[in-house]
């Protein structure tokens, strides 16, 4: 994944909940549930190996510009820090979230793929 097509995943999640994509219901029973419990409260970091919802896949060939998906999750960012919680969309996989499970949601997802810059 080169690294505006990160910056674009990294975009997705938060960018949908927050107006900026349409991105469609992948949750269920137990991604909304017992997943969601799991994976944002539970786990410290982000499981490898994960089945990730399918419009988050982005195929090698489609490329973004950097600046523009830089600036873009700047923007994100902002609006996120003044939208309350309650005010967000639904996470595509998880559902409702709170603001806590938002920040550690999104914190171990970068930590992840910088992780895969780092080797």
């Known amino acids: 994944m080169a690294a505006a097509q990160m910056l674009h995943h990294f ?17 269920y029973g137990l991604s909304r549930t017992i997943f969601k419990w799991l994976l ?4 410290p970091e982000q499981p490898r190996g994960l089945r990730m919802p399918l419009n988050f896949a982005i195929p ?6 950097f600046e523009q998906e830089n600036k873009l999750l700047l923007d994100i960012l902002d609006k996120a820090w003044i939208t309350p919680t309650d005010a967000w ?5 998880f ?8 920040g550690k949601l999104a914190l171990i997802h970068i930590d992840c793929h910088l992780r895969q810059y780092s080797t």
């Open 89 to 93: 969309g639904p996470h595509p996989l």
């Open 60 to 65: 090698h060939y489609q490329q973004f510009d």
């Open 11 to 27: 975009n997705l999640s938060p960018g949908g909940a927050l107006g900026y994509f349409s991105l469609w219901d992948e949750s």
């Open 95 to 102: 559902g409702r979230l709170t603001s806590r499970q938002w």
């Open 40 to 43: 944002v409260d539970f786990f």
